[in-house]
């Protein structure tokens, strides 16, 4: 069974940074892009960053130029740091994978983490 871990949320005042951590588990075949989301309370889920296995990067607006996406494909994980933190990057940051499972299937299927909390508070 594939699972993505995260790690590395918590409490940062503003301007302070933080790295969130991503890891696969389990048995597949590759994994193709890596991804993250975030989730306010009240809010939508949206895509913060997404890393493709070519390592080409896209972000969203609010975030540009403070956040990094990498990725270390031997360890099958993703990162995100996170700096110039402001409070309304406050949200659960989840993790998105797609994973193709089989090598002999064409197919990649969407993975999620059980998210971790980012509370940028003075």
């Known amino acids: 069974q594939v699972q993505l871990v995260e790690s590395g949320g918590g409490l940062v005042q503003p301007g302070g940074s933080l790295r969130l951590s991503c890891a696969a588990s389990?048995?597949?075949?590759?994994?193709?892009?890596m991804g993250w989301y975030r989730q306010a309370p009240g809010q939508e889920r949206e895509l913060v960053a997404i890393?493709?296995?070519?390592?080409?990067?896209n972000y969203a607006n609010s975030v540009k130029g403070r956040f990094t996406i990498s990725r270390n494909n031997a360890k099958n994980t993703a990162y995100l740091q996170m700096n110039s933190l402001k409070p309304e990057d406050t949200a659960v940051y989840f993790c998105?994978?797609?994973?193709?499972?089989?090598?002999?299937?064409?197919?990649?299927?969407?993975?999620w983490g059980q998210g971790t909390q980012v509370t940028v508070s003075s």
């Open positions: 890393i493709t296995s070519g390592d080409n990067t």
């Open positions: 389990g048995l597949f075949f590759r994994i193709d892009a």
């Open positions: 998105n994978a797609k994973i193709r499972k089989l090598a002999f299937v064409v197919r990649f299927d969407d993975y």
